[in-house]
Nanobody, 123 residues
Framework: QVQLAESGGGLAQAGGSLRLSCAAS????????MGWFRQAPGKEREFVAA???????LYADSVKGRFTISRDNAKNTVFVQMNSLKPEDTAVYYC?????????????????WGQGTQVTVSS
């Protein structure tokens, strides 16, 4: 059973940066797509970014150019570097492992989820 644990969330000012990490245990991340999603209060969970085992990436338009997803397959860890943060980036951020090898944005494509980490951006 794969378990995912996010870390690195916290409080940042608008324009600042945070780096989230997601460590996997109980299984491997290799060959599967890894993704980040987020959920703001009162809103549905939404796709943020995804990365394939070979490094192909996919981003939501709202974060393109500001967020960078990366992974270290040897360490079973995925990262998202978040720069130029905006108050609208405030949400709980979740990492997830996909069933597939090619990046996708669909919630149903991901079958393992972490517990989430809070990111709060103040204006």
């Amino acid at each position: 059973q794969v378990q995912l644990a996010e870390s690195g969330g916290g409080l940042a000012q608008a324009g600042g940066s945070l780096r989230l990490s997601c460590a996997a245990s109980g299984g491997t991340l290799s060959i599967f797509v890894m993704g980040w999603f987020r959920q703001a209060p009162g809103k549905e969970r939404e796709f943020v970014a995804a990365i394939s085992w070979s490094g192909s990436t996919l981003y939501a338009d709202s974060v393109k150019g500001r967020f960078t997803i990366s992974r270290d397959n040897a360490k079973n860890t995925v990262f998202v570097q978040m720069n130029s943060l905006k108050p609208e980036d405030t949400a709980v951020y979740y990492c997830a492992r996909s069933r597939y090898r090619f990046p996708g944005t669909g919630f149903g494509e991901y079958n393992y989820w972490g517990q989430g980490t809070q990111v709060t951006v103040s204006s």
